[in-house]
């Protein structure tokens, strides 16, 4: 169970749960999924995807990854040896800004700071990771198929961006390959698509998938939708008052915007596993798709998913998965750092 943190001597607000460090001597790794909402933080022991502890930070209230790393350890008598840290941006050296959030990751400060190396990744780099240490009650199949010993896996996420990754058998096991396929262009199928377009890239310029998949996309979803309609927007409608309205059905407009939202993410998900041949699977995480599970099953996201011309045949023999389990980020960066310790001349 979650439960409020009571000492925050800087005002900081997090959620933790505590299976519990207790009687434990095994090396300890500190974890972390920072996207551009929360950041989550976690202990994990040298098993790989075990969390030992975890807590959930709202980024706009640190004043920095610091703070909550300090809050986070607190005075526990045992430290981590290690941080992995999983970032949503380009994590390619050892300081990375985020893309969507106003943070920049000094990998070496933070290790001058606490005392241990300092790993950076990005943030679908570690959902890659942690794809294995996934159960089955973690997943929720759109179209359960029998997937190909290893062949290529892809994942991709709807959060606050869009992230994507594409997982690829080596000797080692399965190894992420880290992208920024959420910011490849937005490719309309039918004239109301054509229609969404014009609207958006009369805002943004260019459209990115990230412009539609992601909650600032919901965002402009509902707003384009309340102009088609011919309805004026009152007041800006946040991504999670839409995907709720379109849940319960008590809004029309929200329920146009999140049919159009499935039916592009279902497209754009097709056309990532046409690229990188996915008979590994296609797995939806990131944190929108496990809030909207009967909103992705209602038909439009596996119909835009199948509609491939000559390969949609093809396209029904892909396994097709929600991930439902929150922790997959920072399972990922548990199983990174474990892996990393075993390549020590990885900076």
Not at 42 to 58: F, I, K, N, Q, V
Request: with cysteine; charged share 20%; proline share 6%.
């Amino acid at each position: 169970m979650h439960s409020p943190l009571q000492r925050h001597p800087r005002g900081l607000h997090a959620c933790r749960r505590s299976p519990g460090l207790s009687g434990t001597s095994q090396r300890l790794h500190l974890c972390a999924d920072i996207g551009g909402t929360h950041t989550r933080l976690a202990l994990a022991g040298p098993e790989g995807s075990a969390l030992l502890d975890t807590a959930r930070y709202e980024n706009r209230t640190l004043p920095d990854l610091a703070s909550a790393i300090a809050d986070f350890l607190g005075d526990r008598d045992r430290q981590p040896q290690s941080a992995c840290l999983a970032l949503a941006g380009p994590a390619d050296g050892r300081r990375v800004s985020l893309t969507n959030l106003a943070w920049e990751i000094d990998a070496d400060a933070l290790a001058a700071r606490f005392g241990f190396p300092v790993h950076l990744i990005n943030d679908f780099a570690a959902v890659g990771h942690g794809l294995d240490a996934l159960q089955a009650s973690g997943l929720h199949p759109l179209q359960a198929r029998t997937a190909l010993p290893g062949a290529p896996r892809i994942a991709l996420g709807a959060g606050t961006g869009l992230g994507v990754v594409q997982c690829v058998m080596t000797a080692q096991g399965y190894s992420p390959v880290p992208s920024e396929g959420g910011h490849i262009g937005f490719a309309p199928v039918d004239a109301a698509q054509d229609d969404l377009l014009r609207h958006l890239r009369a805002r943004h310029g260019r459209v990115s998938l990230e412009r539609i998949l992601s909650g600032p996309g919901i965002e402009d979803l509902y707003a384009y939708c309340r102009t088609a309609m011919g309805r004026p927007m009152q007041r800006a409608r946040s991504a999670a008052e839409v995907t709720a309205a379109a849940g319960t059905g008590s809004d029309a407009t929200a329920v146009w915007a999140m049919q159009l939202f499935c039916a592009i993410y279902g497209q754009s998900a097709g056309d990532l596993a046409l690229l990188t041949r996915a008979t590994g699977g296609v797995y939806l995480a990131g944190g929108i798709a496990a809030r909207v599970v009967p909103l992705l099953e209602d038909g439009r996201f596996m119909a835009g998913f199948r509609a491939k011309g000559r390969f949609s045949a093809w396209m029904h023999e892909l396994p097709v998965y929600i991930v439902t389990d929150p922790d997959l980020g920072l399972k990922g960066a548990a199983v990174a750092a474990q892996r990393l310790l075993s390549r020590p001349s990885c900076s």
